[in-house]
């Protein structure tokens, strides 16, 4: 697999961020975006490039396999095959180069194109020989082989989370990410927006549903729970990471034209998660049955160190943020976090690769 993706930002905290960069320096300069968080860095060095042929572009979720790699995925970029990047990353100094690119097929060894997948959520599976890939055209979660690309297998999706008229959920708002428990015992995958019985309140909150998989070794997963979750008002759900068996990180995000974006990353607790597999409709559910969650980075607050953006935005270092991932331990038991934004493959929007850190994502 060989990945080639234009980065228009990095930023890394100091306590959960990692440092992903292109084959190139980057301005590096800390700063602080939240009280126990510190900008590391950003890079921008892989927009608008190509990779054996490939435009670099909409890449939309990445998953680390090392302290210095790490798997890109893109969604869906017109007709292009759909395909992963390889990356090799560091964080001193932040910079990121691209090794390698595998296109995503079908059983029948026919590669998948933006017209039948659009990838958003992904995870290396262990041993980083297979990767599982959400898209959400379905949607669908798919099991590829990174050797050569083939489908070798396919999560079981509920019916009720089936596009319209199939089932119950809105196209391009169901599994925007995907990730995985350490142990590699749990699988989460989370919808973007509500399915159509659950809705939005009205401060203009979606009620979304994150799914929870459950598999042993040598067994496949199975959906076991579905948790509900309420985004800010007007944002979407577009990333979720595993830190500990009590607790998850997600990012949301939102796009207002003349303004820009709003990207937001929190801290979501398991202790107390309610199964509402059962429940037809969240639009009465009580507050409580929500996973609760608090603010741990506003990456619009942080320096503007070097950045310069395409189009408004509140702070130049944003762009069309969808991709999360955390990274190596720091000091202090601090972790490295990755922020990626996927540029839609336009002329307009960038590659930005953030890197930010949290102390308390143990």
């Known amino acids: 697999m060989r990945w080639q993706k234009p980065l228009a930002a990095a ?51 990445l998953s680390l396999t090392g302290p210095h790699s790490a798997v890109a ?29 595998t296109i995503l097929k079908r059983p029948d060894g026919t590669p998948y194109n ?48 089936q596009v319209a008229p199939a089932g119950e959920a809105t196209s391009n708002q169901t599994f925007e990410s995907l990730a995985v428990s350490r142990t590699a015992f749990s699988l989460f995958a989370g919808m973007e927006g509500p399915l159509a019985p659950d809705g939005v309140d009205a401060d203009n909150r979606s009620r979304n549903r994150i799914i929870r998989y459950f598999g042993l070794p040598g067994h496949e997963y199975r959906p076991i729970a579905q ?49 509402v597999t ?9 507050d409580q049955v929500f996973l609760q969650k608090k603010a741990a980075v506003r990456p619009g607050e942080l320096p503007a160190v070097g950045s310069v953006a395409k189009q408004p935005q509140p702070n130049p270092l944003l762009d069309n943020v969808e991709a999360l ?23 307009t929007q960038n590659h930005p690769l953030l890197l930010p850190g949290r102390s308390t994502w143990a």
Do not use: H
């Not at 995870?123 to 379905?138: C, H, M």
């Open 278 to 286: 059962k429940v037809a409709s969240l639009a009465d559910a009580p």
């Open 325 to 347: 991932a955390l990274g190596p331990y720091l000091r202090g038991g601090r972790r490295q976090l990755y922020l990626m934004s996927d540029d839609n493959n336009g002329a």
């Open 114 to 161: 933006g017209g039948d997948f659009d990838g958003e959520g992904l995870v290396v599976e262990r041993g980083n020989r297979t990767i599982l890939a959400t898209s959400e055209r379905e949607p669908s979660i798919r099991r590829f082989r990174l050797s050569d690309g083939l489908q070798i297998g396919e999560l079981p999706v509920p019916a009720r989370f």
């Open 227 to 275: 948790y509900a979750y309420k985004p800010d008002p007007g944002l979407a759900l577009v990333e979720l990471a595993w830190v500990s068996p009590t607790e998850l990180v997600s990012m949301e995000r939102t796009f207002t034209p003349g303004v820009g974006n709003t990207i937001r990353v929190f801290t979501v607790s398991l202790r107390r998660a309610t199964d």
């Open 73 to 101: 995925l893109v969604d869906n970029v017109a007709t292009t095959p759909a395909r992963v990047f390889d990356l090799t990353v560091n964080s001193k100094p932040t910079s990121v180069r691209v090794d390698g690119m």
């Open 11 to 61: 930023v890394v905290l100091t306590a959960f961020a990692t440092t992903l960069t292109a084959s190139a320096t980057i301005s590096s300069k800390p700063g602080a975006c939240s009280p126990d968080a510190t900008f590391l860095g950003f890079s921008d060095a892989l927009d608008k490039t190509t990779f054996d042929g490939q435009p670099v572009a909409g890449l939309s979720a």
